[in-house]
């Protein structure tokens, strides 16, 4: 047999010379070659003393923030879910009432969930009775639900109203910030009379809100039935404003036929407080806010000031036994995104849907389609960077709607879907103290601050 050590030693004495050339090639050039530094002599070669622990002579500690002031929602009490980059996402809000300005608003977009100014009513009288204000906001010329809205008197006549919903109509470009348009035909008239409730008699300022691209429009008006004006409102391709100031029980407008005029809405409102905006559109998913003219919407904010503006939608999208919303959640991602460019200034709130229930086997259970909304909801918020209040968990979760339906008095209506005033009552209760309480944290970080 061939004897094979004198080759293997000769090998190993090359490799062993290789690695002490490369120990002593600078590490710049090794580094520069893509190769780890070498050093076969690091099991042998004595250690350094190491560093004493707490030994902080070299090394100085990092300068750690301030903590934030951290107040954990109350038991019982369903908190909002802020998915702004830096947990500001109601700053805008919370801000303007802490400066005190002059008029807080609010605009409350939604479907037949508020209609009738249900679930809005009380939410406005809420903070009216804390921070001021008077009056109902923002009305229709003409309205579906003026038989039984029982926070003003509404009567009119001679009106051609435009809607989103309209079906088939494919041009919303002439719709306002309700989602809708008003222009006056053959005697047009609309007559707002206040209720004999808190904040809802008397308000003291009545504003027109509308676009005259060219022309004049006359119009008159009646106060109390009393004091009677005539006006003519000027041409303008931005939407205009005009006020009109006084204390006022009743109003009553006449406007002369004109095709070029385009009402908003008039908003009934005191100078100072709260004024909150009840935009409620029957069947819509609310996605179509995206068709209203972005000039249109940034044009009234900057008129109007909104400093918080909520979004209540998804009833009208979901479906007994569809558990995924993902093309309705892209859809509104987009919209999010397109109320966030024409407000820029606000905070932004999505109100999730509330319980729902379908009938199997002879019980009321919650539509499976509810969990689905709910997440599909949530993920528009944390997407978009807005903030979330889950509906569903303030009703109660799971059933509660059988519970509205069933106690005394009734929350909710025998759809088992709606609820009714009582229901609203309730809560916007909850909502109101979850948004003080959500204030005393914002304000417990801007302190500490």
């Keep these: ?32 070659l893509g190769l780890r530094e070498i050093d076969i002599l690091s099991l042998v070669r004595p250690r350094p003393p190491e560093a004493l622990v707490g030994d902080t002579a070299e090394v100085q500690p990092l300068v750690q923030p301030p903590p934030e002031v951290k107040i954990p929602c109350k038991e019982g009490m369903v ?9 500001t996402g109601m700053n805008a809000f919370f801000k303007a009432l802490s400066s005190r300005k002059k008029n807080i608003r609010i605009a409350f977009f939604g479907d037949s969930y508020i209609e009738g100014d249900i ?15 008077a009056g109902v906001g923002m009305m229709g010329a003409t309205s579906i639900t003026a038989g039984f809205r029982t926070t003003v008197k509404h009567k009119f006549s001679g009106w051609n109203t435009s809607s989103l919903v309209d079906p088939g109509k494919k041009d919303h470009s002439k719709e306002g910030i309700m989602g809708m348009s008003f222009v006056p035909a053959n005697n047009a008239r609309v007559e ?46 931005r939407v205009q404003k005009y006020d009109i100031d006084d204390t006022i029980g009743r109003i009553q407008f006449n406007f002369q036929a004109n095709e070029n005029l385009r009402v908003f809405g ?54 007994a036994n569809v558990t995924k919303y993902t ?27 509330g ?17 689905g909304m709910l997440a599909c909801q949530q993920s528009v918020c944390a997407q978009t960077g807005i903030v979330f209040w889950n509906l569903f968990d303030a009703m109660g979760g799971e059933g509660s709607m059988v519970k509205f339906v069933t106690s005394k008095p009734p929350k909710a209506n025998k759809d088992y879907t709606h609820l009714n005033f009582a229901g609203g009552k309730y809560l916007a209760n909850i909502l109101y103290e979850t948004l003080v309480f959500e204030r005393t944290r914002y304000e417990a970080k801007r302190k500490r601050r």
């Design 79 to 87: 908190c909002f879910e802020d998915y702004s980059p830096k947990g």
């Design 192 to 237: 707002y009379t206040g209720v004999n409730k808190p904040h809802l008699d008397t308000f003291n300022r009545a504003s027109i809100i509308y676009r005259l691209p060219e022309g004049e429009a006359a119009v008159s008006y009646r106060i109390n039935d009393k004091k009677s004006e005539n006006l003519v409102l000027k041409a303008s391709n």
């Design 327 to 353: 093309s309705y959640g892209k859809n509104m991602v987009e919209t999010v995104e397109y109320v966030k460019k024409c407000f820029p200034n606000s905070s932004i709130l999505l109100l999730s849907v």
């Design 119 to 133: 679930f809005c009513s009380d939410f406005r009288a809420l903070l009216q009775d804390t921070l001021g204000g």
């Design 266 to 319: 008039i908003s009934l409102q005191n100078k100072e407080g709260v004024s909150v905006d009840n935009f409620s559109l029957r069947g819509t998913p609310g996605t179509a806010l995206r068709y209203i003219n972005a000039n249109t919407l940034r044009q009234t904010d900057s008129l109007l000031g909104y400093d918080l503006v909520v979004l209540q939608y998804g009833l009208n999208v979901m479906s």
């Design 1 to 32: 047999m061939k004897n094979y050590i004198k080759q293997s030693l000769t090998l190993t004495g090359l490799v062993v010379g290789i690695l002490l050339i490369l120990y002593f090639i600078p590490n710049r050039v090794i580094s520069g």
């Design 355 to 371: 319980d729902r229930s379908m009938k199997k086997q002879g019980s009321y259970l919650t539509m499976p389609g509810v969990a």
